[in-house]
């Protein structure tokens, strides 16, 4: 049986990361709690770049010059704040993120594009 191919794979930036922390005494801060707060506060900096435009006028965010820094910035601070967290925690990404998509596609079948509410 041949293996599945991994998804994701984010040890090359677990171990910057945990570098960039050790380099910095910042491991003493960097409990799951405080991970998950900051996490947060860089969805809601994301959040933020999209707060009062339009539906047509988010879809160009990533492609303006007024906008397409912050979101690359912001999209960078989430994804590194989430392998920071998710290494904290000893939570395998590649394996969490295949089991989600096997339960999504259980949970929401192919050719139904009716949104469910939870």
Same mark, same amino acid.
Do not use: C
């Given at each position: 049986?041949?293996?599945?191919?991994?998804?994701?794979?984010? !040890?090359?930036?677990?171990?910057?990361?945990?570098? @960039? &922390? $050790?380099?910095?005494?910042?491991? =003493?801060?960097? !409990?799951?709690?405080?991970? &998950?707060? /900051?996490?947060?506060?860089?969805?809601?900096?994301? %959040?933020?770049? @999209?707060?009062?435009?339009?539906?047509?006028? *988010?879809?160009?965010?990533? !492609? $303006?010059?007024?906008? &397409?820094? +912050? %979101?690359?910035?912001?999209? /960078?601070?989430?994804?590194?704040?989430? %392998?920071?967290? !998710? *290494?904290?925690?000893? %939570?395998?990404?590649?394996? +969490?993120?295949? &089991?989600?998509? +096997?339960?999504?596609? =259980?949970?929401?079948? /192919?050719?139904?594009?009716?949104?469910?509410?939870?």
């Amino acid at each position: 049986m041949t293996p599945k191919p991994r998804l994701i794979d984010v !040890s090359a930036l677990e171990s910057a990361l945990q570098r @960039f &922390a $050790d380099d910095r005494d910042w491991n =003493q801060y960097h !409990s799951p709690k405080n991970l &998950a707060m /900051a996490l947060t506060g860089e969805v809601g900096e994301l %959040v933020e770049v @999209f707060q009062w435009l339009t539906e047509e006028q *988010s879809k160009t965010v990533g !492609s $303006d010059p007024k906008t &397409a820094q +912050a %979101v690359r910035e912001e999209l /960078a601070d989430v994804l590194l704040y989430l %392998v920071r967290l !998710s *290494s904290v925690l000893g %939570v395998d990404l590649n394996e +969490a993120v295949t &089991a989600k998509l +096997a339960l999504n596609a =259980q949970k929401y079948p /192919a050719g139904d594009s009716t949104p469910k509410r939870r």
